[in-house]
């Protein structure tokens, strides 16, 4: 959907595309549970235009393979690269198929809700992390991703609420965000960290994004950022005897 | 709260206070996160009635200390047993210290929601277990005690939901289940997670409790259950090295 053009033109012109990781409000705790870049071999999972995975580069990775099923998004990855430290391949997340012990840092941003089939994914990223490999991920929370109506309505006492129904129904939710028809993929959070668990990581941490006071004073609008949280940040590190 | 006459009167009549554990429709998942007893230390944390010691012991566990800050549960629960491996104490959990190296399990259900500082709790749960030692808990789910209006409405598209709001904003919330002005503290999920990460456990389970197909064809009064977790349950050992 990343490929529709009205989808991709929406997307292309939100801050985080056009300014990059600084622009994204949840990355200074995403960044903060990354290991030190610097000689690792990174995989970056739904990387999208590429942000990422230049700034794995510039922090001293030793290679980079972003992954992203949008063309139109790897055009754009690769036009703003000449880094030989750093390959893109089109593949789609639900069916990539990793070297075994090719990778000692897997990363994704907000791409695991589109998927089918997590804990394939997960799987497949504990092989092709070595012993002691790391896995760090954000996704939407599954307080944002489960209601059929994802947006907030005036609650009992006037205060804004946001609807949850259906969370351990699990499965696709179309949206309009951006576009029309956008699907997704409900999950709990149990089934987040239950596929991490099974797939062989020990959970390293787990954090829930909302504006600090700082990011509230400078985006008021942010409010409601507060009241449910809209990101769910994991990570994990692959266990020295799989499971 | 637990000892004010009416409150108890009714919190005493619930099925799971006449019928026991089989009556808690959380507890087979609970079950499947313990170890096998035979042979364990145990200590369960807000024991009220007893119900869960006595289980332990019938199980096999060398002793099991109960503690609540319930008197008038634990009278109930002492004239209940004249099995010798079970102690009774009386004790605020916000306040309790427990001996290193004490225990093997620690059990807690739905008791640490009541908590001021649970940090403080599972630090010293960690010092109290060996190596290797296991902690099983049952919280109210963060969905559960989040909302300023705990209860469900009537959504968008007519359906009902529960209406969050306040999710990032620990703390007091006073709601009238049972008796008016029960006092509990809210938490997030990372904050469980990362309270149990940081005092030393590894997480081994994370489940989020709805009715099964089979309690719902017994209990279809349990829908609700379904639409937003009611009980978050927890499991982690304790890591070799303390954190």
Redesign the interface.
Known sequence: MYDDPGFFAEYANMPRSVQGLDAAPEWPVLRAMLPPLAGLRVVDLGCGFGWFSRWAAAEGAASVLGLDVSQRMLEVAVRETADPRITYRRADLDAVELDAGAFDLAYSSLALHYLVDVDRLLAGVRTALGPGGVLVASVEHP?YT????P?F?S???G???????????RGRRVTDWLAPGVVKYHR???DY??GL?AAGF???????W?PTDEQLAEHPEWAGE????LFLLLSGVAATVAA
Chains 1, 2 share one sequence.
């Open positions: 307080i489960a209601p059929s109506d947006a309505v609650g009992p006492s205060r804004p609420v946001w609807p949850v129904d259906r969370y351990l129904d709990t959070l149990s960290v239950g668990l020990t959970l390293t941490a787990l954090e829930e909302g507060r009241e449910r949280p």
